[in-house]
């Protein structure tokens, strides 16, 4: 079964708008989550980090102000797309990983979101 | 930083004959490669991983190969079915984040 939720699956909304996706792991307490965007038949493409408690790394070229990350506990992550715009409809994909060498990242579904 | 090749990017068989996907890497500090597969629309779901001090890992009809010293690892599909049609992506890990490659799309043709 699916170890990590992700919410909504599927989002449509008007440009200036702000959507939130939350990311939950479901049957173990994940200290790192990450957040990924993936293009059309493309791979994915790192957009942060996020340690519990602790202020998101995020990875070059990602605005922080507009994609805010908050992993406020040890089994929820949330991405907040600000004032979104039609060139932020993409894939959006998180993933929870337990501490520990050698452990997978679970991925959620992921959330389409397309901007009219 | 990591690098990840996958190839190749398309793979096309037909319904019952092996299917082949290389990954090479470069950080001799990776010592985790998991193997993804996605299928349209849905997050990529983990389907088998190997650690370094291992050569060799099967799970029924997949496997994967590891050779540490020319750094690179191999996922192996025998008698494919159509619902093995997906993309798969490879991955190498050390104590931090994963590094992915950049997915191949496998068609099974029945």
């Known amino acids: 079964g699916a170890v990590v939720s992700q919410h909504p699956s599927w989002v449509i909304c008007k440009s200036g708008t702000s959507v939130k996706i939350e990311c939950r792991s479901l049957?173990?307490?994940?200290?790192?989550m990450f957040w990924y965007r993936q293009f059309p038949k493309q791979s994915l493409m790192l957009m942060a980090t996020?340690?519990?408690?602790?202020?998101?790394?995020?990875e070059q070229g990602v605005e922080k102000d507009k994609f805010l990350i908050n992993h406020a506990s040890l089994t929820l992550s949330t991405l907040t797309v600000t004032s979104a715009h039609p060139e932020d409809s993409s894939f959006y994909i998180c993933?929870?990983?337990?501490?520990?060498?050698?452990?997978?990242?679970?991925f959620g579904d992921g959330t389409r979101l397309s901007i009219l | 930083g990591e690098n990840v090749e996958q190839h190749p990017s398309t793979l096309s068989v037909q319904e019952g004959d092996s299917a082949v996907i290389k990954c090479t890497y470069s950080d001799s500090a990776s010592n985790y490669f998991p193997w993804y597969k996605q299928e349209l629309g849905k997050g990529p779901q983990l389907i088998i991983d190997?650690?370094?001090?291992?050569g060799e890992k099967k799970d029924q009809r997949i496997a994967v190969t590891l050779n540490k010293t020319a750094k690179h690892f191999s996922l192996h599909i025998t008698e494919t079915q159509p619902e093995d049609s997906a993309v798969y992506f490879c991955a190498a890990k050390d104590a931090g984040k994963s590094t992915f490659g950049d997915g191949t799309t496998l068609t099974v043709k029945p």
């Open positions: 049957d173990f307490q994940a200290t790192t």
């Open positions: 190997i650690r370094s001090n291992v």
């Open positions: 993933s929870a990983l337990w501490t520990g060498p050698g452990q997978p990242q679970h």
């Open positions: 996020s340690n519990e408690g602790s202020k998101a790394t995020y």
